[in-house]
């Protein structure tokens, strides 16, 4: 029953996450008796009951009822003011997330390691700014006991698609968020900005930068990851690659000060470690 309610999750992603949307439709052409039926049944089997189990029913703000036990999925993406059914279909996006997780990407970006970088306590509020399909979203969200990871993307599908693997996976300590392109607004109180492979995307980087650092608290960290110049298998072309001498201008313009440099642990990328000037 459990796997059957999954791909029923999973058949209405491409609409959106509105429980009042999940309600209302057929599924694979099934009556909502039906599915209903299904419902309530799943309910009794949550609550370790082999008969009928009446539970107390609660209104959403669309009016719709629902059981405690199954609440219903807050969406960020109408809460932001997009229309999910005006994105591009998964299977255009699949592509490129496929090549963001690619396997051997592992190997040259170390993930794991990168992540130990950060020294996290566990209660932080980190940023991960330019998150593309949550590639360091979920290892650095699991590290954060008590804290909270907003992953943030300029791109709606991308952060659809880091919503969906989040509600999947039970993982409760990520929230998405949409950003302008030019002038990102971020959440308040962010203790770690990290950003990986973002940089050289930026048009204007100093006035983008520095909008984002006037967000941030006194103290708080920035991380940066960019592609090294030269002849490297990896990373974007050379004339769209920002020298370390550049990087680290660009970072001083907008309000931060270098604190620390992480020597040879990639070998395609240079890994600065910023923080707010007070």
């Known amino acids: 029953m459990k796997r059957l309610l999954i791909i029923i999750v999973i058949l209405f992603m491409g609409s959106g996450c509105s ?3 999940f309600n209302e439709k057929t599924v694979e052409g099934r009556s909502e ?13 949550a609550n370790g009951a082999g008969g009928d189990v009446t539970l107390p029913s609660v209104v959403d703000a669309d009016g719709v009822m629902h059981d405690p036990s199954n609440p219903p999925v807050d969406c960020p993406l109408r809460k ?18 496929q090549f963001l997780e690619r ?28 998150a593309g399909s949550g590639y360091f979203s979920f290892p650095i969200a699991q590290k954060l006991t ?44 962010i203790d ?25 608290p006194s103290n708080a960290q920035f991380h ?7 002849d490297i298998p990896n990373g974007p072309p050379e004339s769209a690659k920002i020298a370390p001498e550049k990087l680290l201008e660009i970072a001083r313009s907008a309000g931060l000060v270098l604190d620390r440099q992480v020597g040879d642990l990639l070998p395609y990328q240079n890994y600065y470690i910023f923080k707010k000037q007070t």
Request: hydrophobic share 40%.
């Open 19 to 21: 429980p009042k949307k």
């Open 33 to 45: 008796q039906v599915v209903q039926q299904e419902n309530d049944l799943s309910d009794s089997e």
């Open 80 to 97: 932001q003011g997009l229309d999910p059914t005006q994105m591009k279909p998964f299977e255009q996006m699949e592509a490129y997330i």
């Open 103 to 130: 396997e051997d990407r592992k190997i040259w970006q170390k993930p794991e390691d990168v992540v130990e970088q950060i020294h996290l306590t566990g209660n932080e509020r980190v940023l991960d700014l330019g």
């Open 146 to 189: 008590t804290g909270r990871l907003f992953a943030a993307d300029v791109e709606p599908e991308m952060i659809r698609h880091i919503h969906h693997k989040a509600m999947l996976e039970g993982v409760q300590n990520i929230e998405v968020k949409l950003i302008d392109s030019k002038a990102p607004e971020i959440p308040e109180n």
């Open 192 to 216: 770690i900005v990290f950003m990986c492979d973002v940089m050289h995307h930026i048009a204007n980087p100093i006035e983008w930068m520095t909008g984002i650092v006037k967000q941030l």
């Open 224 to 230: 940066i990851i960019e592609f090294k110049p030269g």
